[in-house]
């Protein structure tokens, strides 16, 4: 089975500062992971994906993410967070053998970028 | 720009009487998502489509159905609303491949009154 976890439900940053977004995955083999993000009543918008080769991710709106297959980590980072960073980050999982099953979502994390 | 759209934003209907929601695309995906998303929530997937093949979850309600006519477009169909499916329905596309992301519109926020 494939799950994912994001250990905080609320992170809190001040505008300038780096921010971090933990995730952590369990599935059988290699993944795919993804993150995505969700302002008010909008739906989610992909933000960037790891699928193989180089572990540090770049992603839209410059985040990035680095995979660690040790420790089944897919943290998203930004050196220097924005006020309208503010939103619900989710991470998501597809394991490598599963075919075209669906995206297995965190419960989401909600970051609060401080001005 | 292509895109997935959800009509209408808004739906209010009435405990009991069925509603429908609609889904389009212009990403020429073959793979249409459902979800159900309450409360700042994960999205609960409903059931999705390859194609024409219909994949429901084993918790989806049998009040909730289905219908893809062509690629372009996906209905959720709410036979029988209660109070507890007021939600936001979120459609999703993809290709097909385990790497490809999915592609989310904005939403249908449903209330029951």
């Known amino acids: 089975a494939q799950s994912v976890a994001q250990p905080e439900d609320q992170v809190n940053v001040a505008e300038g500062n780096p921010l971090t977004v933990k995730c952590t995955y369990s599935?059988?083999?290699?993944?795919?992971l993804f993150w995505y993000v969700q302002y008010p009543n909008r739906g989610l918008q992909f933000l960037l994906k790891?699928?193989?080769?180089?572990?540090l991710v770049k992603g839209s709106y410059g985040f990035e993410a680095e995979f660690n297959k040790s420790q089944t980590s897919f943290h998203l980072k930004k050196p220097s967070a924005l006020v309208s960073d503010s939103a619900l980050y989710f991470c998501?999982?597809?394991?490598?053998?599963?075919?075209?099953?669906?995206?297995?979502f965190g419960k989401g994390t909600r970051l609060s970028v401080i001005a | 720009d292509a895109m997935v759209i959800q009509n209408p934003r808004y739906q209010v209907t009435q405990f009991g009487k069925p509603v429908t929601l609609s889904c389009s695309q212009t990403?020429?995906?073959?793979?249409m998502y459902w979800y159900q998303q309450k409360s700042s929530q994960a999205p609960k997937l409903l059931f999705h489509?390859?194609?024409?093949?219909?994949?429901n979850e084993a918790d989806t309600p049998d009040n909730f159905q289905s219908r893809r006519p062509n690629t372009s477009f996906c209905f959720l169909d709410i036979r029988s609303p209660g109070l507890g499916d007021a939600a936001m329905y979120l459609c999703?596309?993809?290709?097909?491949?385990?790497?490809?992301?999915?592609?989310f519109g904005d939403g249908t926020r449903l209330s029951i009154l």
């Open positions: 999703a596309t993809s290709r097909t491949g385990g790497g490809q992301p999915q592609h």
């Open positions: 599935v059988s083999g290699n993944p795919y």
């Open positions: 790891y699928i193989t080769g180089d572990n």
């Open positions: 998501a999982v597809r394991a490598l053998t599963s075919g075209n099953t669906p995206l297995v």
């Open positions: 990403l020429n995906h073959n793979v």
């Open positions: 489509y390859y194609d024409k093949d219909f994949n």
